[in-house]
């Protein structure tokens, strides 16, 4: 089964993205979806474009668009959430050309994965705007965090 098979079988037609736990570490690919990583627990190894960058609780790291990626954990075991944006999406917010920094730790951003996840796992009755509300929240904050250096 090719990737992009295993991703549509994850894509929920209501969030403009697709999210998994936990999947097994996987070998260097790429696709043209920006992917959000959110870890947890441990340490893990994130290689993008060969750089190693070690990312513990609290990171996000980013693999922007067509850029090769890899992951394996550093400790025996290693926790982390994925977030993979719909190329729709990507296009109507005009985010295909757009390159995020690739490593982020923020308190803030932090809070607000947690809040995402906890609404993604409740599921309440209107958990699809708040989990819209939140996917937003973490967008801006990223651009943020990139205007704070500059």
Wanted: aromatic share 18%; proline share 4%; net charge negative.
């Amino acid at each position: 089964m090719s990737y992009y098979l295993l991703l549509e079988q994850y894509f929920d037609a209501n969030l403009p993205f697709f999210y998994h736990i936990n999947e097994p570490w996987y070998s260097s690919h790429w696709h043209d979806e920006l992917e959000l990583m959110y870890f947890t627990e441990n340490v893990t190894n994130v290689y993008l474009n060969n750089q190693k960058i070690q990312a513990r609780p609290g990171d996000v790291v980013i693999a922007n668009s067509n850029v090769i990626h890899s992951m394996s954990p550093a400790d025996a075991k290693s926790s982390y959430y994925c977030f993979l944006f719909k190329k729709k999406f990507m296009e109507d917010h005009r985010l295909t050309d757009v390159f995020f920094r690739p490593f982020l730790t923020d308190p803030v951003l932090q809070k607000y994965f947690d809040k995402l996840l906890d609404d993604l796992e409740k599921k309440e009755e209107q958990y699809r705007i708040y989990t819209h509300a939140g996917l937003y929240a973490i967008l801006t904050q990223i651009g943020r965090a990139v205007q704070q250096e500059c």
